[in-house]
């Protein structure tokens, strides 16, 4: 990981050295602080005007949705943020800028300080951080080889699902490692219903013909890029739809891909080394990397949106001029 200049911490830019917190802060132990990812993308070549003379240069991709998410995750944790969502923009707008940044994961963080040690922080502060860098593909370029995993995604009534929150992570931490220690790539989730549910922190899609499917709302984080790729499909023509999914139904679809801040769109080669039909390979082989033809329209046609590079979606970013 490559280290940034500054990290915006409690309203000020601090060194990044130097963005330290007490080792008895509550979010620490008990987990309970509220996260983002977020990335910013290089656009047109950084030149300050383009063909229809709108500013380009660095853009944020849906940075007011995930800030607006941030507020809530905080508030579904009992946090009030001493920030409003303009302030808190604003200081995602001035860290990155502060780096000089061209591209990057931004990560802003708010979660309960020291102030004594019990289960509910009623005297502990709340702290918020920005920090951004430099950062590539999370699942890397290749298609992913994913596989069920035994660790149950959470039930909506143990946690608040729909809120990003860091204890939630243990859970997609326990996922992952199942996933990576029998070599796969990532993990899939299933509910407690048994369903499909999501990735760790991704959310999944299933492509049959002309329909793309995701699973409904209720077990799965609600994803900025998960509701930015459903829109996106509907306008390229796809039927959406969110529904209850299984695993059958992901096995016997023609594509599966993953979506996320992290991930972006990511294609699915093989569910536990059972190979998508239209992964178009040469080969028959589960180990073959290769992704189907809709997925890869949706995944150049997103990547295209956050270069800034189609019109149409334009309101989805936040340029980042000045520097
Ligand atoms: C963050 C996250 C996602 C992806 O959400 P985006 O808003 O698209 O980045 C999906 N699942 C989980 C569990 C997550 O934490």
Request: a positive charge; glycine letters at 8%; proline letters at 5%.
């Amino acid at each position: 990981m490559q280290a940034t200049k500054y990290i915006w911490f409690n309203g000020k830019l601090v060194p990044w050295a130097s963005a330290k917190i007490h080792v008895l802060s509550h979010s620490l132990h008990y987990g309970t602080g509220a996260f983002e990812g977020i990335r910013m993308y290089e656009t047109e070549k950084g030149s300050s005007t383009d063909a229809d003379h709108q500013p380009v240069g660095p853009a944020i991709f849906h940075l007011k949705r995930h800030m607006e998410r941030l507020i809530f995750s905080a508030k579904s944790l009992g946090m009030k943020l001493p920030y409003t969502l303009d302030e808190l923009m604003q200081a995602v707008v001035e860290t990155v800028r502060k780096n000089k940044l061209k591209s990057c994961y931004i990560r802003p963080i708010a979660f309960f300080g020291f102030g004594e040690v019990r289960v509910l922080p009623t005297n502990c502060p709340v702290e918020v951080v920005i920090a951004a860098w430099p950062w590539g593909a999370y699942l890397g370029d290749e298609p992913a080889r994913i596989t069920v995993v035994k660790t149950l995604r959470i039930h909506p009534q143990t946690l608040r699902v729909n809120a990003k929150v860091s204890g939630h992570y243990v859970n997609s931490m326990l996922a992952g490692r199942e996933a990576t220690d029998r070599g796969f790539t990532e993990a899939l989730q299933l509910d407690y219903e048994g369903n499909i549910a999501e990735g760790p922190g991704e959310n999944f899609f299933i492509v049959k013909g002309k329909t793309i499917s995701t699973p409904k709302l209720g077990s799965i984080l609600p994803g900025i890029t998960r509701e930015s790729v459903m829109t996106l499909a509907r306008d390229l023509g796809y039927k959406v739809v969110e529904r209850t999914l299984t695993i059958k139904d992901a096995l016997s679809a023609d594509e599966c891909f993953f979506t996320g801040t992290a991930a972006e769109v990511t294609a699915i080669a093989s569910i536990d080394n059972k190979k998508m039909k239209k992964a178009n390979g040469s080969s028959t082989d589960a180990d073959a990397y290769s992704i189907g033809p809709v997925t890869k329209q949706i995944r150049e046609e997103f990547l295209k949106i956050t270069r800034g590079e189609n019109p149409r979606y334009k309101k989805w970013l936040t340029f980042v001029n000045g520097y």
